[in-house]
């Protein structure tokens, strides 16, 4: 990696070549998952870009950072703002807060390439699909759901 891959402008470059390939991802995930009932917003505090679907129960945030790479993070509820002027946005936040996130790589890759987009669109499906799952799990052991069934 080279020093320049750490500077904002990169990260802004970054984030304008891929935005458009993110924001299609969570457009599929919302129809998919939540039946269209999310809300995608781009925005930015203090000179942070991000992508945000937001349900009445929860959060998908998607940040560019640098080094060429991108954290999604699903949450309970809206980071505070004043968390997102943080360097981190994501770190200290309260515990019961994080649902799970991952982070993805992209440095030296093309987004407008087909085949990326199969990958990239299979790695974020499968993280996702991870992040549930174990939410799921955690969900039925810490309660008597199994009582239900």
Known sequence: MRFKDLGQTATKSLWEDWKY???EILNEFNND???GRGVIRESTYKEKNYLLLETKKECLYVFPVPGSAFVF???Q???????LKLRSPLKNLDEENPIGSFGLGVRGVNSNHRRVKRVIYAYVKK?????YRQQWIDWLSQSSHYDKW
């Open 21 to 23: 390939l993110i924001r």
């Open 77 to 83: 509820h809206k980071i505070p703002k004043e968390q």
């Open 33 to 35: 998952v939540f039946q």
């Open 127 to 131: 993280s996702l699909r991870n992040i």
């Open 73 to 75: 993070s699903v949450q």
